[in-house]
C-alpha cells in the first residue's frame, strides 16, 4: 500500500507536517500491511521486532452497519 505522508522537507529526516492541505512536500511511502495476531501490544511488538508477523494479502470491507 502506498501513502502520502506530509512533510516540512523533501528528505525522511525531515519533521511530519501538522497540515496535510498545506504542507510543503508529500512524501509516498509503500508499506506493508502486517496481520495482529491476539495478545499484549507488548506481545504484538516483540512478534513484529522477531520478523513472525505475516503481510495481509487480502483485504474484507468488514462489516460496519448496515448497508
Known amino acids: 500500500m502506498k501513502i ?5 522537507g523533501n528528505t525522511v ?5 501538522p ?16 496481520k ?9 511488538i516483540e512478534q513484529y521486532d522477531q520478523g513472525m508477523l505475516e503481510e495481509l494479502k487480502e483485504i474484507h470491507p ?3 452497519g448496515r448497508n
Open 4 to 8: 502520502a505522508v506530509p512533510c516540512d
Open 13 to 17: 529526516d525531515s519533521s511530519v507536517s
Open 19 to 34: 497540515s496535510f492541505g498545506r504542507c510543503i512536500f508529500y512524501m509516498i511511502v509503500d508499506i506493508k500491511i502486517l
Open 36 to 44: 495482529a495476531v491476539p495478545g499484549t501490544v507488548k506481545h504484538l
Open 62 to 64: 468488514g462489516h460496519h
